[in-house]
């Protein structure tokens, strides 16, 4: 335990570094700071993760992946009173979940009370129903808005805090919670899960990729697991959670599902391979959307790094290459990346002021990466951007017009029109659309059991996060992934260790 807590210190070094070098964006750091941190991280991450040689053949429950929801996952098992292990190819915890900026959607919690926000589990539902055009899995879907509270105070009870609330795309009320700073959730709650794994003496390997999952008698309980370098090896459990993450890495399964999609950027770790939903299907199970790809309008494509939909929550808007708006920037994900790709530049700029730099800090990263355009008029700022600076300075001065008379008459917008762009200096990033999230995958029920194809649980079998498909249908909405990864997560871990516990009952009364 001495050496886990002894590197938890540099965990949260670690993963605050993973956040600022991914597409989020922790509050502002200095070249030197970071440099700093770089240093430490390199020589601490093997403390911070459980030593090769300590793997037991057999644990109570196996989960696969640590990202959000495995995390999550595994503490709840622990929770219950089991055993669970994580397994983690990649050489650090976090996944997409590190990557993750807007925040997390939840409803009828206790810090929109606290701001005096009315919200309900019914206006979350039917709006996140609308923003896929009807296609979500109900069930899980009610599931998800009806326990979206209760994970937001799970959180804070495990000391992750999220109580500064933003708005994103197709939500009629703001309820997407983020870190009290109002910096990007990503890094912020990875190390906070990580906290709590560390904190209950759960087992994390890295470097340690699970190859293949297999099943006795009909029941789910093995897994092949290779640590880079060694022999593959079979580790037992007494159920198995998969939370491999999506797909959005894998040329090949985008290719095979959306040809129409090659050569896009993506915003993904390396790691979102879909291997899990390969695992899973070679055990009979059943996948669902796989060809409903997110992608996200606003992402900076020399590196393929999304810039959070905070910078248009907090105000920011869209211009295209004559310097005017061409659509509502608040819209669902899908109908502004289709709004850029009918550009005959098929790219764009969010501009905005300082005040929206004020609110939303993820932009100091944007900046740090370079790519930030500052002007201390408009004008000055169209001309750096090599855009007309009269009808720059015309769309701006009209867009403070329909500010302040909320109402946005060419597009229709009706969020985020809290603020005027009227404070210098402004701001320019340039972004097109990338590959960003992957809402098919396996599918699932309100247990998180893994479903075969004539809809039965494959019994030992569970799946939560970003792997299983159905909850967003054909459209996610900003702030329902990590929704999801913390209440199915949860879910997983919990139903994983009642499914344990009725086989240590049976195996003992065998
Ligand atoms: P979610 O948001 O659903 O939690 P993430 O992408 O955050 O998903 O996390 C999934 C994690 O699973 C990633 O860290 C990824 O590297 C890991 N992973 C993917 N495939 C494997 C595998 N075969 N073995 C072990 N870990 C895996």
Same mark, same amino acid.
């Given at each position: 335990?001495?050496?886990?807590?002894?590197?938890?210190?540099?965990?949260?070094?670690?993963?605050?570094?993973?956040?600022?070098?991914?597409?989020?964006?922790?509050?502002?750091?200095?070249?030197?700071?970071?440099?700093?941190?770089?240093?430490?991280?390199?020589?601490?991450?093997?403390?911070?993760?459980?030593?090769?040689?300590?793997?037991?053949?057999?644990?109570?429950?196996?989960?696969?992946?640590?990202?959000?929801?495995?995390?999550?996952?595994?503490?709840?098992?622990?929770?219950?009173?089991?055993?669970?292990?994580?397994?983690?190819?990649?050489?650090?915890?976090?996944?997409?979940?590190?990557?993750?900026?807007?925040?997390?959607?939840?409803?009828?919690?206790?810090?929109?009370?606290?701001?005096?926000?009315?919200?309900?589990?019914?206006?979350?539902?039917?709006?996140?129903?609308?923003?896929?055009?009807?296609?979500?899995?109900?069930?899980? !879907?009610?599931?998800?808005?009806?326990?979206?509270?209760?994970?937001?105070?799970?959180?804070?009870?495990?000391?992750?805090?999220?109580?500064?609330?933003?708005?994103?795309?197709?939500?009629?009320?703001?309820?997407?919670?983020?870190?009290?700073?109002?910096?990007?959730?990503?890094?912020? !709650?990875?190390?906070?899960?990580?906290?709590?794994?560390?904190?209950?003496?759960?087992?994390?390997?890295?470097?340690?990729?699970?190859?293949?999952?297999?099943?006795?008698?009909?029941?789910?309980?093995?897994?092949?697991?290779?640590?880079?370098?060694?022999?593959?090896?079979?580790?037992?459990?007494?159920?198995?959670?998969?939370?491999?993450?999506?797909?959005?890495?894998?040329?090949?399964?985008?290719?095979?599902?959306?040809?129409?999609?090659?050569?896009?950027?993506?915003?993904?770790?390396?790691?979102?391979?879909?291997?899990?939903?390969?695992?899973?299907?070679?055990?009979?199970?059943?996948?669902?959307?796989?060809?409903?790809?997110?992608?996200?309008?606003?992402?900076?494509?020399?590196?393929?790094?999304?810039?959070?939909?905070?910078?248009?929550?907090?105000?920011?808007?869209?211009?295209?290459?004559?310097?005017?708006?061409?659509?509502?920037?608040?819209?669902?994900?899908?109908?502004?990346?289709?709004?850029?790709?009918?550009?005959?530049?098929?790219?764009?700029?969010?501009?905005?002021?300082?005040?929206?730099?004020?609110?939303?800090?993820?932009?100091?990263?944007?900046?740090?990466?370079?790519?930030?355009?500052?002007?201390?008029?408009?004008?000055?700022?169209?001309?750096?951007?090599?855009?007309?600076?009269?009808?720059?300075?015309?769309?701006?001065?009209?867009?403070?017009?329909?500010?302040?008379?909320?109402?946005?008459?060419?597009?229709?917008?009706?969020?985020?029109?809290?603020?005027?762009?009227?404070?210098?200096?402004?701001?320019?990033?340039?972004?097109?659309?990338?590959?960003?999230?992957?809402?098919?995958?396996?599918?699932?029920?309100?247990?998180?059991?893994?479903?075969?194809?004539?809809?039965?649980?494959?019994?030992?079998?569970?799946?939560?996060?970003?792997?299983?498909?159905?909850?967003?249908?054909?459209?996610?909405?900003?702030?329902?992934?990590?929704?999801?990864?913390?209440?199915?997560?949860?879910?997983?871990?919990?139903?994983?260790?009642?499914?344990?516990?009725?086989?240590?009952?049976?195996?003992?009364?065998?």
């Amino acid at each position: 335990m001495k050496k886990v807590i002894k590197g938890l210190l540099t965990v949260t070094t670690i993963i605050t570094l993973g956040a600022c070098s991914s597409d989020t964006s922790q509050k502002a750091s200095s070249n030197s700071s970071t440099k700093e941190t770089t240093e430490v991280s390199s020589g601490a991450s093997v403390q911070a993760y459980t030593n090769p040689s300590e793997m037991k053949d057999s644990y109570d429950i196996v989960i696969v992946g640590a990202g959000g929801a495995g995390m999550a996952a595994a503490i709840e098992a622990s929770d219950a009173g089991l055993n669970p292990v994580i397994f983690e190819k990649m050489p650090v915890a976090g996944g997409n979940t590190l990557k993750s900026s807007s925040g997390m959607n939840a409803s009828e919690t206790k810090f929109q009370e606290e701001e005096g926000i009315t919200d309900s589990n019914d206006a979350f539902y039917e709006e996140t129903l609308k923003g896929a055009n009807g296609t979500n899995d109900k069930e899980l !879907l009610r599931y998800f808005v009806d326990h979206s509270a209760d994970a937001i105070h799970w959180l804070d009870q495990n000391g992750i805090k999220l109580d500064n609330l933003t708005i994103t795309g197709g939500m009629s009320e703001k309820r997407t919670h983020r870190p009290s700073d109002g910096s990007a959730i990503g890094g912020y !709650l990875v190390d906070g899960l990580l906290r709590n794994v560390h904190e209950r003496n759960i087992p994390i390997f890295v470097n340690t990729e699970v190859k293949d999952i297999k099943k006795t008698d009909g029941i789910v309980n093995q897994v092949t697991v290779q640590v880079q370098g060694e022999e593959p090896k079979d580790i037992t459990g007494k159920a198995i959670v998969v939370t491999t993450g999506g797909y959005g890495a894998s040329e090949e399964l985008i290719n095979s599902y959306r040809p129409d999609l090659k050569g896009y950027v993506t915003t993904n770790q390396i790691g979102s391979t879909g291997d899990g939903i390969k695992m899973i299907e070679n055990l009979g199970g059943q996948t669902v959307d796989m060809d409903k790809i997110q992608i996200h309008p606003t992402v900076q494509q020399d590196e393929g790094v999304l810039i959070g939909e905070v910078v248009r929550g907090e105000g920011a808007i869209l211009v295209n290459q004559a310097g005017e708006r061409f659509v509502n920037e608040m819209n669902t994900r899908d109908k502004v990346s289709a709004a850029i790709t009918a550009l005959p530049e098929k790219s764009a700029y969010l501009i905005f002021d300082q005040g929206v730099r004020d609110r939303a800090t993820a932009i100091e990263f944007y900046d740090e990466k370079g790519y930030v355009t500052a002007g201390e008029s408009i004008e000055e700022l169209a001309e750096k951007i090599q855009l007309p600076s009269e009808t720059l300075a015309k769309t701006v001065t009209t867009w403070n017009e329909e500010v302040a008379n909320k109402e946005d008459t060419a597009f229709g917008r009706t969020t985020a029109m809290d603020n005027d762009l009227s404070k210098p200096k402004y701001y320019a990033i340039k972004i097109a659309p990338g590959i960003h999230y992957t809402m098919g995958g396996i599918k699932i029920n309100t247990n998180t059991e893994v479903l075969d194809k004539e809809e039965q649980p494959i019994t030992g079998l569970y799946a939560a996060g970003e792997v299983a498909g159905g909850l967003h249908g054909e459209n996610r909405i900003g702030g329902n992934s990590v929704a999801e990864i913390i209440i199915f997560g949860r879910q997983a871990g919990q139903q994983a260790a009642q499914f344990a516990f009725d086989r240590i009952e049976t195996l003992r009364s065998e």
